[in-house]
């Protein structure tokens, strides 16, 4: 089971910008893809960015064009540049691994991090 452990959340201004980090406890060549999702309270899980091994990327369109996704293999870490934030980007950020398939829906993940908190005032 690999474990992954989100950071790099925090509270920020509106059009400001943060970096989230997600490391992964193991070396996970065989997955198909990771992803970064978000989620408020009562409302569902969205998938927000995703990157397969071999490093293309889908995007929520959402945020096309703010966010950028990226992964350092070496460093089994997963990355999430979101600029232009608005208070419609406060969420808990997740991200996540599917060993199969690569698209937006939290269906096809199945290893989880704990989350970090993403806040946009403005």
């Known amino acids: 089971q690999v474990q992954l452990v989100e950071s790099g959340g925090g509270s920020v201004q509106s059009g400001g910008s943060l970096r989230l980090s997600c490391a992964a406890s193991a070396y996970n060549y065989r997955r198909a893809c990771m992803g970064w999702f978000r989620q408020v309270p009562g409302k569902e899980r969205e998938g927000v960015a995703v990157?397969?091994?071999?490093?293309?990327?889908g995007y929520a369109d959402s945020v096309k064009g703010r966010f950028t996704i990226s992964q350092d293999n070496a460093k089994n870490t997963l990355y999430l540049q979101m600029n232009s934030l608005t208070p419609e980007d406060t969420a808990m950020y997740y991200c996540a691994l599917s060993w199969y398939k690569c698209d937006l829906r939290s269906s096809v993940f199945t290893s989880w991090g704990q989350g970090t908190q993403v806040t946009v005032s403005s």
């Open positions: 990157i397969t091994r071999d490093g293309s990327t």
